[in-house]
C-alpha cells in the first residue's frame, strides 16, 4: 500500500485513489512544465529584445513549422488526457464489481444512515468490510435538500438527491477508518455533517454483522488526528456493538408489499393480474403507454412506486394506482426495491 505520493495528497486508501492521483499528478505536472515552458523565455525575450535607441526589429510574419508544433504537441496531450481521465472515471463511476456489497446512504439535514442488506441500521457510522468491493446506493429523503457523499481518502464523491438514486463504489484495501462528509452546502449543520467510514477485517466484519462487539481499526488519513480526538473526547472505548436486526431488507420488502395490499392488483407472488407483474422484470426494458422504452433498474421502479401515472405501462394505462409519496420511508422503499429485486 504506497502511501500518499509526495505527501500533497490525503492518503489513498483504495486503488483508485492511487490512480487518480497519478493523473492528478499527471495533470499537475503538464500545468507546471507548460508554465514554464512559455514564461521563461517570455521574460528572457521582452528583456532581450526590448527597445533600444538604435536597434530596429525585423518583421517576422509567421513560422510554420514552430505553428505546427505547438499545435501537435497540445492536440496530442489533451486526447492522452482525456483517455487516461476516461479510464479512472468509467472505473469509478460506472463498473462496480458484481459480487459488490450492496449498502444504502440515506441522507438528510444533517445526518447520513446507512441500510444493510441483513435489515441493520446505523447512523453516521458506515461499516464496510476490507478488501471487498462495495456499491453505495445513495439517496437523500424527500423533501431534503442535496448532500454529497465525501470520502477525501478514497477520493469519491457522489451527490445525494431526493428522489432518485445515484450509486458509487470502492474497495479498502486496509481496515481503519475514514472520514466521510458532506460536500454539497446544505444549511446551517452542513459542517457537522459528517460520519465515520468503518473497514473491518474478516473477523471483525463477521463479528459485527452476527450483532457482536467489534474492535475499532485507528483513523486513517484526512481528517484522523481531528477525528481520532473528538472520539477519545467521548467515553467508551474503541469497540462497537451493531444492533441484531429481525428482518432482512428482502423479508421487509414483502411484508410490505402484503400490508400494502400490492397483491390485490399485481398478484399474489408479483405475476401480474389488474397490473403489471413485478415479478422477475428488475434490469429488463419495458414500453412505456407514452410509447418510451425504458430499463426497470432502482429509479425506475422509485418511480414507479412513488408516481404511478408517470411510469404507466403500455396496455396498462387505464388502471389506477394510487401514488404514494408520504406514505413510504426512503428505508420502506429501499426494502420494497431489494425485494421486488429478489423476485427471479
Ligand atoms: Cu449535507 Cu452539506
Known amino acids: 500500500m504506497s502511501d500518499r505520493l509526495w505527501g500533497v495528497l490525503p492518503h489513498a486508501s483504495t486503488a483508485i485513489a492511487q490512480d487518480w492521483d497519478k493523473l492528478f499528478y499527471f495533470l499537475l505536472f503538464i500545468c507546471v512544465f507548460f508554465c514554464l515552458v512559455v514564461f521563461v523565455p517570455m521574460v528572457f525575450f521582452a528583456i532581450k529584445y526590448r527597445a533600444r535607441p538604435g536597434h530596429k526589429s525585423t518583421y517576422i510574419s509567421h513560422n510554420s513549422s514552430l505553428e505546427i508544433v505547438w499545435t501537435i504537441i497540445p492536440t496530442v496531450l489533451v486526447i492522452i488526457i482525456f483517455i487516461w481521465g476516461w479510464l479512472v472515471y468509467d472505473k469509478i463511476m460506472y463498473n462496480p464489481p458484481a459480487d459488490a456489497t450492496e449498502i444504502r ?9 446507512f441500510q444493510y442488506e441483513d435489515g441493520k441500521t446505523t447512523n453516521n ?4 468490510p476490507a478488501g471487498e468491493p462495495v456499491k453505495l446506493r445513495i439517496t437523500s429523503i424527500q423533501e431534503d435538500v442535496l448532500h454529497s457523499f465525501f470520502v477525501p481518502n478514497f477520493r469519491i464523491k457522489k451527490d445525494a438527491v431526493p428522489g432518485m438514486y445515484t450509486t458509487t463504489w470502492f474497495e479498502v484495501e486496509e481496515p481503519g477508518r475514514h472520514v466521510i462528509f458532506c460536500a454539497e452546502y446544505c444549511g446551517a449543520g452542513h ?4 460520519a465515520t467510514l468503518i473497514a473491518l477485517d474478516e473477523q471483525n466484519w463477521q463479528r459485527w454483522q452476527w450483532g457482536r462487539e467489534v474492535d475499532l481499526p485507528p483513523f486513517v488519513g484526512f481528517g484522523a488526528s481531528q477525528a481520532q480526538a473528538d472520539q477519545s473526547s467521548r467515553k467508551g472505548s474503541a469497540k462497537e456493538a451493531s444492533a441484531e436486526s429481525e428482518q432482512s431488507l428482502v423479508e421487509r420488502g414483502e411484508e410490505l408489499v402484503q400490508q400494502g395490499g400490492c397483491v390485490a392488483c399485481h398478484g399474489s407472488e408479483g405475476n401480474g393480474q389488474i397490473g403489471p407483474p413485478y415479478r422477475g422484470i428488475y434490469g429488463e426494458k419495458v414500453t ?4 418510451e422504452t425504458v430499463v426497470r433498474d432502482e429509479n425506475y421502479l422509485r418511480e414507479a412506486i412513488m408516481n404511478p401515472q408517470a411510469t404507466s405501462v403500455k396496455g396498462y394505462e387505464d388502471v389506477f394506482m394510487p401514488p404514494y409519496p408520504g406514505q413510504l420511508s426512503e428505508f420502506d422503499l429501499n426494502a420494497l426495491i431489494a425485494y421486488m429485486r429478489s423476485l427471479e
Open 191 to 194: 459542517s457537522d455533517m459528517t
Open 125 to 128: 457510522q458506515l461499516f464496510v
Open 105 to 113: 446512504v440515506v441522507a438528510q439535514s444533517w445526518n447520513w444512515t
Open 288 to 291: 412505456l403507454a407514452n410509447g
